[in-house]
């Protein structure tokens, strides 16, 4: 009787001792089941009639400002606008991203990785790239949603006319909640993820930034071109990632050169979103309320500033690892035949070794010094 009513735990955990009750390492491995467990007291309230009108604060989209009864008279859907009920929302959506981060992880991502046998920091990476790659496709095709169905792209002047009155329709309104949410649960999956403390650093910025940008147009009622710089930019960011999981697989390193398609896409990216942040902002939303204008010029030139400078960074040491290595080529071929002679690695070798999880390389050295002696 108790062994059938006891709950499956979530993945396959047969392999893994249990931890004591409450232990970080308990939280940890069963981080999903509690916050599954947690969410689902929302749900059951939402089907409560005496919990319905509290649990629907957490579920249902706040501050709608259209009459129902005249929106279904005239087929019209419902338009929303922001405000404080938007943070119980965010809250509970933030629950749903830490379950399906968990999903994805556990169910595509670690099975993929046991069978390619990654080292240390190509797992990372490859954890980190095919967690993003779903969520920058799924807002791109989200946001392309949202811009064919209100028009955007059509009449460029819906982006500023009648601001700031920009009500949001539900799918609109939806697209920021999940996106507002998914940068919060990066901060709680430092900890279920065991993140290492020297790349605690760069991720608590990317949740922070992020939120906090994401929130600053979402309030301040740049909705409308936010969102089509939003879907420009997490194209690019795809794009990105999508050449950051080729690195992991490709060990010839075949698609190097298509980098430069990568450069391609973000140049044109960048340079698309300066000229429509400044016909927004500027020529736009600055006639109506000039101190709304310049602000958000401010906020879309200077974060556009920032990703440019990291991209001429990283494309300058790029170039001067190159060369670098073009240096050394020469004086390596000198001393190849004395290196063979002294049974050294190759370059083929130590990168295929390399490759390897840290406990076969360190067998491989193990067995090599055994041979030399």
């Known amino acids: 009787m108790s062994s059938a009513l006891r709950l499956k735990p979530f993945g396959n955990k047969k392999d893994k001792k249990n931890p ?9 491995q069963n981080h999903a089941d509690i916050v599954s467990c947690v969410a689902m007291v929302f749900v059951v309230g939402l089907m409560m009639q005496a919990t319905s009108s509290l649990a629907s604060i957490f579920i249902v989209m706040g501050h709608n400002v259209t009459d129902p009864i005249e929106a279904a008279s005239r087929g019209e859907p419902f338009l929303y606008e922001s405000g404080w009920r938007d943070g119980p929302a965010v809250f509970f959506y933030t629950l749903i991203c830490v379950i399906m981060h968990a999903i994805l992880q556990e169910y595509v991502l670690d099975k993929v990785s046991k069978k390619l046998h990654l080292s240390k920091f190509k797992l990372s990476r490859f954890n980190e790239s095919g967690q993003l790659v779903v969520f920058y496709l799924m807002s791109f095709l989200w946001g392309a949603e949202v811009i064919i169905r209100e028009q955007y792209a059509e009449n460029m002047s819906r982006l500023w006319t009648d601001y700031p009155n920009h009500p949001m329709t539900f ?6 909640i999940i996106q507002l949410s998914y940068y919060l649960h990066m901060l709680p999956e430092l900890y279920f993820q065991k993140v290492k403390k020297d790349e605690q650093g760069e991720k608590l910025r990317h949740s922070i930034a992020g939120s906090a940008i994401i929130g600053i147009l979402y309030f301040l009622a740049y909705r409308r071109v936010a969102i089509v710089l939003l879907t420009l930019h997490y194209f690019s960011e795809f794009i990105g990632h999508t050449f950051g999981l080729l690195e992991v697989f490709d060990k010839d390193e075949k698609y190097v050169k298509f980098r430069v398609c990568n450069n391609i896409v973000f140049l044109l990216t960048a340079f698309s979103t300066l000229v429509l942040s400044f ?12 101190m709304r204008g310049m602000l958000g010029l401010l906020i879309a030139f200077t974060i556009q500033g920032f990703f440019i400078f990291r991209f001429i960074t990283s494309f300058l040491k790029s170039r001067r690892e190159t060369k670098e290595l073009g240096v050394v080529k020469p004086a390596a071929k000198k001393v190849k035949s004395a290196a063979t002679t ?32």
Do not use: C, M, W
């Not at 799918?171 to 920021?176: I, Q, V």
């Not at 002294?342 to 070794?353: D, L, V």
């Open 20 to 28: 004591p009750i409450l232990s970080h390492e308990f939280v940890i």
């Open 171 to 176: 799918l609109h309104k939806l697209y920021f």
């Open 279 to 290: 016909l927004t902002f500027f020529t736009g939303i600055a006639k109506l309320n000039p």
């Open 342 to 373: 002294n049974n050294a690695p190759t370059k083929k070798e130590r990168k295929k070794e390399s490759d390897l999880p840290e406990a076969d390389q360190n067998v491989n050295s193990t067995q090599k010094k055994l041979k030399t002696k």
